[in-house]
T-cell receptor
Framework: KNEVEQSPQNLTAQEGEFITINCSYS?????LHWLQQHPGGGIVSLFM???GKKKHGRLIATINIQEKHSSLHITASHPRDSAVYIC?????????FGAGTILRVKS | NAGVTQTPKFQVLKTGQSMTLQCAQD?????MSWYRQDPGMGLRLIHY???????DQGEVPNGYNVSRSTTEDFPLRLLSAAPSQTSVYFC????????????FGPGTRLTVL
């Protein structure tokens, strides 16, 4: 069964802290997505990657194919980063989602 | 572009009622999918379509039907609603392939009494 595991489930940080969210998956994926779900419920795509590293503003996503592991990093966290962060692995035509990490950044 | 739109935003049904959740996209995307999101669980794939006239089952298809008569529209039908179908439903689209951005609709919150 294709599974995606995320950790931690919940994360509380102080403003300015460096944050890491982890995602592990089974073999055979063609891509790994990171998504953000806002408190209002909307879901937006942050990154898609199949190798290496991508950066957008204060967000960095990395993937290690050999270890079947991806991380999402947030530098200089801010209360507006508070959201649910979701990783999803692409197996063939289908996405399999992790349960999400609830991030709260306190000022 | 409106992106991916879903209607209604909220719906309450009684057990046994049927209804259709609407999803439309104006980006000419080939690939569309329906997910449900339940507390403590990841989004789960219900049905998906790789193009007009082509649909396939996902992880949790029972109790749901779909059709794809046009590229733009991908409705999800609940045949006989059950309390277990209480959930938030998301429609998504992408141009297909492995590396393309997923676009999600705003979601429909469904309660079945």
């Amino acid at each position: 069964k294709n599974e995606v595991e995320q950790s931690p489930q919940n994360l509380t940080a102080q403003e300015g802290e460096f944050i890491t969210i982890n995602c592990s998956y089974s073999v055979g994926i063609s891509a790994l997505h990171w998504l953000q779900q806002h408190p209002g419920g909307g879901i937006v795509s942050l990154f898609m990657l199949s190798s290496g590293k991508k950066k957008h503003g204060r967000l960095i996503a990395t993937i290690n194919i050999q270890e079947k592991h991806s991380s999402l990093h947030i530098t200089a966290s801010h209360p507006r980063d508070s959201a649910v962060y979701i990783c999803a692995a692409k197996y063939g035509n289908k996405l399999v989602f992790g349960a999400g990490t609830i991030l709260r950044v306190k000022s | 572009n409106a992106g991916v739109t879903q209607t209604p935003k909220f719906q309450v049904l009684k057990t046994g009622q049927s209804m259709t959740l609407q999803c439309a996209q104006d980006m000419n995307h080939e690939y569309m999918s329906w997910y449900r999101q339940d507390p403590g669980m990841g989004l789960r794939l219900i049905h998906y379509s790789v193009g007009a006239g082509i649909t396939d089952q996902g992880e949790v298809p029972n109790g749901y039907n779909v059709s794809r008569s046009t590229t733009e529209d991908f409705p999800l039908r609940l045949l006989s609603a059950a309390p277990s179908q209480t959930s938030v439903y998301f429609c998504a689209s992408t141009t297909g392939g492995s590396y393309n951005e997923q676009f999600f609709g705003p979601g429909t919150r469904l309660t079945v009494l």
